[in-house]
Each structure stands twice: as C-alpha cells, then as structure tokens.
C-alpha cells in the first residue's frame, strides 16, 4: 500500500505553484507524524542538501553520509516543533545541515592528532575516504575544491546559493547576516573565483 | 535581482549546477529516520501528556485550597480538598513544630528541677547577709554619744569587728583640742593600747574635766587623755 503522493506524476513537482502547494500540504502533514508526507518532503530535498553536504565537506576526512542522516534524524525528531512555511523549512534543514558540518569537523579536530606517524599506522589518507563515494567530474571536483579554499563565509553562499540553489533570504536565515551582506559575501566570492581559477588556468599553461 | 540572476549564470557555475541536479538513486525514505519519526511522535505525545498533568496538578493545588477557603466549593467536595489539605499539611505541622518549640519543651523537664531549688537556696541565703550591714552601722553611732560608763563593755566586742571604721573618725574629731591631739599622735603610736585602758574605765567619769576635746574624741581618748594630760603636766 503506497501512498499516492510518492507516485511521481500525484507529486505535482513538475509545475512550480502545485508543487509549492503540495510541499506545503506535505509538511502540514509531516508535522502531525504523517511518514508519507515526511517522504515527501525528503525525497524534494535530499538530493541537493546531499551534493552540498558531499562539497562542503570535500577535501576533508569527514563522513558526509553520516553528516546527512544526522541532519534528516534531526529533523525527523523535532519537525513536530517546528513551525513555519515551506520556504522557513528549508531554511531550518540546511541550518540543521550547517551545524552538523560544524560539529563534524569540530569532533574531527579533537579526535585527529596531526602526527604523521599517527596517521600512518592508524587512518587513511582523507581523499581516499572522499574519493570513494564522491561521483562527479575532475572540473567539478576541482572547482569544489577552489571554493572550499574561499573565506569560509564566502564559500558557504556560494555553495547554498549555487548547489542548494536557495535564494538569497534563506541563506540570509541561515547563516543570521543581512541578505545584502550575503549579496555581497556571493559576489566577492565569485570575483575571488574568477582570479584563482584564471591564475590556475594560467599556471597550468605554463 | 539582476546581478543575483548574473551570480547564479555565471558560466563558472554550469558544471556545478549540473552535479548539483542530478538526482538520488535513493527513493525510499530510509528505515531510521522513519523509525525516529515515528518515535518522535509517541516522544511528543507522552511529553504532552506529561506536561499537561503537572501543569493541571500544580493549578489544582493552587486553585482548591483557595476556593475551599473562601467556601465557594460544594460541601462534599470542601471536605475531600479539607482532607486533603490536612493530610498534606500534618506532617508540615509536626516539623514545624519540632523546629519551632525547641526551647519551651526540652529545658521544661529538666529546668523546673533545677530553677526551684536555686531560688529557693539563695533567697535564704542572702537573707542573712543582708542583715548582717545593717546592725553593724547602728552600734556605731549610738555608742559615741552613749554615757561612757556602758559604752566600754560594748565596744570591746563591737571595735573588734569595726576597728577599721572607728579608728578613721576620731581623725577629724580630734581637731577639737590640741592637746588631745598631740596625745592622740603618741597614742596611735601606741597602737591598739587604747583598748586595754578600757578596762580601768571606771577612773573615767574623773576625766570629764577634758570634754572640750568633743564628744566623739571621748571614747577613744579616755585612755589617752590621761596620756596627754601627762604631757600636759
């Protein structure tokens, strides 16, 4: 007995306002407990809250996959509490998502110590553990990699803007700034981007 | 709005923007975050209930007393919440009134026994000290202007106890005469001899020729005057 609504063609996303509507009405209903609703909602979401967990934590040793189950766990817990429109939703999930890097790599720092000889003996090397999951191409992965060199702040609008392709107010929500300083934070970021990937290019050349 | 359109068409981004569409190979909701969902909901739930039995418990508590004090509530129901009440608060009572009634209840036994007889041994006591003052200033001054003749038998045991006192005052009152006064000095010199002539008082009554050494002089130099009318002589 499947629900409808996981049929592809009953969930509306093809249309823009009737999927909006259908989001909606599926997280009134996840927050009364309704799993069907709930999977609606996750199967929206979870493909770009993973690719943007998957190039937020490229380049370091953190588990991405347990980054994301963490996040949705969360959210599956205290989703009863939340209260707001789709648009706050997705807000929440990728600030959930945003403190689960955070503590992840926190817990890294404290776990790792930085002896080569430590490393050695007891881990693998940390592009192993990324390389093994990550499917995309070499100029993705090395544009990632740019990004991810950026100012923190700087490479985070532009990874929510451009891989979890939300708008400047939800970012604005998420990361608590004003959301002309987060304009702003998007466009030096990708002026920054300009030069390196010029100066990569560049270097290669010669 | 623009130059966000511009940020997002950057031909930087396109190969980004195509890896960040592509979609899951996952459908299926995944099994534990369907379990915690669904834990979450009877997590909820029980905290409901939880919360809202405490908040009604506490209004309960709050809100009866009063009503039963101010006898709004029907009698059946004024007698269950006075029930209550006193079941709750007798054992309240009980401390409180272990802690309060310390001092009246331990030393009650144990201060009657004691307090009574202390009273009653000192009241008895003091008594008879206090008497005691009270007879020694009175033969002082009534044997100084006694006769001379009953005088020496009772100051011979009364002088003994006052010595101190009656020596200090015929200082002054030898001032009276100077004669007597230079036998005064000699018979201080003497010592207590003034006592032993005492006995030979009955040669006194011939000695009154010397009054004008004063009254109180009398006493103490009758023995000396004799003394000091040697020196005279």
Redesign the interface.
């Known amino acids: 007995m499947r629900d409808p609504k996981q049929d592809g063609s009953s969930l509306g996303i093809s249309s823009g306002n009737s999927e909006n509507s259908d989001l909606a009405n599926s997280l009134i209903a996840a927050r009364t407990g309704d799993e069907m609703a709930f999977a609606v909602i996750w199967r929206h979401h979870n493909p770009r809250l993973s690719r943007f967990v998957q190039s937020k934590t490229y380049g370091s040793d953190i588990d991405f996959e347990e980054v994301i189950s963490d996040t949705w766990l969360n959210v599956a817990k205290d989703i009863r509490k939340f209260k707001g429109d789709f648009s706050e939703f997705t807000s929440w999930l990728y600030a959930i998502a945003r403190n689960r890097i955070i503590d992840a790599s926190r817990k890294r720092d404290r776990t790792i110590r930085p002896k080569e000889d430590l490393e050695e003996a007891f881990w693998l090397p940390s592009s192993l553990n990324v390389e093994k999951d990550f499917e995309a191409d070499e100029s993705v992965k090395a544009l990632i990699a740019q990004i991810n060199a950026l100012p923190d702040a700087q490479s985070e609008v532009v990874l929510m803007r451009v891989v979890g392709d939300l708008s400047v107010e939800e970012i604005a929500k998420i990361v608590k700034k004003n959301p002309n300083a987060v304009r702003v934070l998007a466009h030096r970021g990708l002026a920054t981007l300009r030069e390196n990937v010029k100066s990569s290019k560049g270097g290669s050349r010669e | 709005m623009n130059?966000?359109k511009d940020?997002?068409d950057?031909p930087?981004?396109k190969?980004?923007?195509?890896?960040?569409?592509?979609?899951?190979a996952?459908?299926?909701?995944?099994s534990?975050?369907?379990y915690?969902?669904?834990n979450?909901?009877i997590r909820?739930t029980r905290q409901k209930v939880v919360r809202r039995s405490v908040f009604t418990i506490i209004t309960a508590s709050v809100v009866l007393p009063s009503l039963s004090f101010a006898h709004v509530l029907p009698t059946p129901i004024d007698n269950i919440v006075k029930s209550v009440v006193h079941l709750v608060s007798t054992p309240v009572r009980v401390i409180s009134n272990v802690i309060n009634d310390p001092a009246p209840t331990i030393p009650a036994p144990s201060g009657s026994v004691t307090t009574t007889p202390e009273p009653a041994t000192l009241t008895p006591t003091s008594e008879p000290i206090t008497p005691t003052p009270t007879p020694t200033p009175a033969p002082t001054k009534t044997l100084v202007p006694q006769a001379p003749a009953p005088a020496p038998t009772r100051t011979h045991t009364e002088t003994h106890t006052e010595t101190p006192k009656t020596v200090s005052p015929p200082k002054p009152a030898v001032g009276g005469g100077e004669k007597e006064n230079e036998g005064e000095g000699e018979g201080e010199e003497r010592g207590i001899a003034p006592t032993l002539p005492k006995a030979t008082l009955p040669s006194a009554p011939n000695s009154k020729p010397s009054i004008p050494g004063g009254g109180r002089s009398e006493g103490h130099t009758e023995g000396k005057s004799s003394e000091g009318e040697g020196h005279d002589d």
């Open positions: 130059s966000d940020f997002l950057d930087l981004f190969g980004l923007k195509k890896f960040a569409s592509t979609s899951d996952q459908v299926d909701l995944p534990d975050i369907a915690t969902l669904r979450a909901g909820s």
